[in-house]
């Protein structure tokens, strides 16, 4: 079912997400406390972004996992990012555990990652391919439900004429956070559709976080009845500093509110509150955090 | 490009093949001789049958180097085998490396690897992907050319009634070799089709080998007019023991000629002779091999 | 802290052991039940024997984790064996994950696995190493205590005199399963010793294998006052066939006892039990299992 | 034997030295041209500085090849730094290919590198250890030659009373350039007088690099009469842009010298010169390159 965090704000060092919280991502990989089973150890992935140097996130993948791997421990302690998306993976049994498979996914300057699955995935697989223009038809490396939901995801940025890297400095805005929420509401919508129409009713979990560096939307949704979402919480303040100390690097424009989404709560700051079950945060660092209901189709109920 | 060995005989270590000859299989994962670039080195894989044991093949997998794996090194000298299929990767560029991208694949009872490449694949991955049972749409675990030809073949052996799993005792003998090949080659055809209508004139190079764990199909075969395909080079003789030590477990029912087929001569022995082009050998332990031509279309010309 | 299991008796599959029984060694991968910590997670090594093929045991080693290793369940099901050791590493907090570090160990015709770990070992290396051979010296490929523990191992089978490789048909019997017992007790005193002299007294917890092939001695061993030692099983019957499926390729010669000695029990079968605190386990295919005491210092205290 | 490839200067990405010249690392990681054997396969290394956010450098390690490692060419495109080390390995044929083994080796602020290798080394590596401090006894976490070169590096770091960390910047300065190539000529010949002894009269080959972020001391040398010691080559002038495109992120205290050194030239570009044989290379942003001519023992010849 896989634990994800990510972080959009002044820079921090990875390490203040990953390695240095009580309950950081890494613990998580082991001794996650939200799910029934605590281990996600097949796989993890980091995705961040440097503005200033390079307009796509550097991606960092590894098969094996994030409690024992030295180098990520390293990079975490000495790469600092505004934008950071992080995932530890439980691949669904019988699933592989390939590079390919790694989230985030990431496409152009966009990421994509998720906590959950898709009901019903075998079965709509073959025509969710089937709507994909050729560029998305592409974006796919592997076989699993992320890939695919990532692909049509892609498939929305297209046909919406969204720029492909809206982190260049010559691309316009790219309509900011809440267009980027409204395409990965569309692209949810999209699979649960297949899924109503030739699924066999298996229930859909689905906590899905995108970014273009500037922006992030990310759900926590559901489609059982009887069943909550996965967790997810938000920190927000003025400052993510969890180990108290004082992040050396920060420049005039880098102020701003600091924003943590994470499948279980990475402190015991008491600021932590869970997002609400059907709901889409999306996030802005120039704006205070919006919380936006989703139907039963993972559509927007825009006040 | 890759390189490949392959065996069918009594059983052998598979170190034979591997790791005991001079220009062994790991030898040419660095210094293969009869490509322009020495290097296969992007992951290797193995396929051995046990058939007194289970009917399905062994696969092992890797996603690092062959030449300095010491598990491969180790197992091939301890594992003997009547039919194995061993495969050095070079990752054509820009192409993946996962363990779901390593050849030999399998499919219940059948092993597939490829030496080449599928001209225009990108071109026509969508439409052969249509054209394929739901079984064999789930094939392919990555988005390699390979896994999509093999898809093609399977394809071919469940709309043909081929049994999955031939060697199961309870299993009818599935048609012999001459029936692989004829399944190989329709495999071949069907992409090949695929590429003249709606490819851009790419060529295709397809050293492509099947088996059953009883038999095998393997083809040396382009389709550039200006070029060779890929080498290939057939021993066949009574015994196979290239460091001239006899093979100590062998049983009564274990006679019968042996057969190694390889990207490049494993051995001086002067009765390595080169598989023509644009042809099909067929393999079977109690007969001799038989060489079938093929057409452009990689169709079988039968006497 | 580690799982492990090892089998002596008649051929049987390795995927008897590691992925057919309801609390297969793969199983306690992730979901261990007898140590507090029930994750096993930084890689795994397989080590068997073939004694008609090759005398030195087929070594597999891995630093992913043995849950979702394809290779590991396709080779599992096809290789048999008389004597297999397998093992799941949960390394200790700060240790290495490396090829180099995966149990079993091997030197020629023996092979070593640990569960535990050995008290005050950073303090005692450097004098442990003084005391070995030149050839023990460089048995060690990473720092980890078990392959020191190992080296001691080697040193005492190479002071010994003992057959470097038991398994070759030229070789002396190497004196048997007591004898094996008697150089690891030596080995375990040792070390024990020099933590007696050099260390800050923390306690050992031993529970080692070693075997020849044909042979077997494993003990369950700790020096804590306070605690017992890691928990360990034994299944002794004249066949250890546990999904009920009878093993295809048996011969005359291969009768016998068979034993299964396992840190937790695979199965529901009554027959297991568990095997004394401070004590060795002495195995020989055509004896009965025999069961040795150990002091404190892990002498066997032979009647 | 290895290809490696340093940067000291006003900060760039690590693509500047990995991927985008035409003679990349990555490049000479599978066609390198300078050496017989073209081939360094053995995973690689990266280490850098980020001298603002964190004393103590990144390192990511991988054993797999670098020119199919996307985590790497993605990484590379988004992280800058002004202090770069970056090597891909050639293993020693049957030496171990472990994360352990990866250059560049760190320790505190200190990262080695080196290219070749020590001769006898099997034959002095006790005699080696038993110099050592227990500090520098625990630095090698595998058994390779460099492993212990660099402990012996460390060792006189430690003897000399130098700063572990001499990036912190409450740390004194360390000394300066002149005084890290003091430490590395003293571990060079403290190994070579060990060769002298007690080896078999096998030549070292020892272009070694260190760095402790600020400055960076590399030699060129080898202890063989009859050939020359590895290719070396040194690029210096304003700035090193090779992909002609101006580094975004450049501030006013960023000025200074760019130092690029190469075990092969990275590009066309004229002003790249050999580094004489026998010598070692003493850099400093804020002062031109110094050439130090070495003595068979390794020791400088300072004017």
């Known amino acids: 079912m896989c634990r994800f965090t990510l972080y959009l704000g002044p820079p921090v060092r990875l390490s203040t997400l990953l390695t240095e919280p009580e309950h950081s991502l890494i613990r998580q990989s082991y001794h996650a406390e939200e799910r029934s089973e605590p281990l996600n150890g097949d796989g993890f992935g980091i995705g961040w972004y440097a503005p200033r140097l390079w307009s796509e996130p550097a991606l960092f993948h590894q098969i094996t996992p994030a409690w024992n791997n030295r180098s990520l421990q390293s990079i975490a302690k000495v790469v600092a990012s505004p934008c950071i998306m992080a995932h530890v993976r439980a ?44 560029e998305a038809f592409n974006v796919p490396r592997g076989s699993t439900d992320t890939e695919h939901l990532f692909a049509v995801f892609v498939d929305e940025i297209i046909r919406n004429g969204c720029p492909v890297d809206p982190g260049r400095e010559d691309s316009s805005d790219g309509g900011g956070a809440m267009e980027l929420a409204r395409r990965l509401s569309a692209a949810i919508e999209r699979v ?32 059982d009845p009887q069943e909550s979402p996965e967790s997810l919480y938000l920190l927000h303040g003025e400052m993510y500093e969890p180990a108290g100390r ?24 008491l600021r932590w509150r869970a997002v609400p079950a059907e709901s889409m945060l999306v996030l802005d660092r120039h704006a205070p955090p919006r919380i936006v209901p989703m139907d039963p189709l993972g559509r927007l109920i825009e006040a």
């Open 192 to 223: 649960l559709r297949l899924g109503e129409e030739h699924g066999d009713g298996e229930s859909s979990f689905l906590n899905v976080a995108v970014s273009d560096g500037k922006h992030v939307a990310v759900c926590r949704f559901d489609t």
């Open 246 to 269: 004082r992040f050396p690097e920060r420049r005039p424009d880098d102020e701003g509110e600091a924003m943590v989404v994470s499948s279980e709560r990475l402190t015991g700051d």
């Open 91 to 134: 691949a669904t049994p019988g699933s592989d555990v390939n590079l390919a498979n790694c989230h985030p996914f990431g496409y152009g300057g966009y990421l994509l990652m998720h906590n959950g699955h898709i009901g019903s995935f075998r079965k709509i697989r073959r025509r969710l391919i089937d709507t994909l223009t050729d």
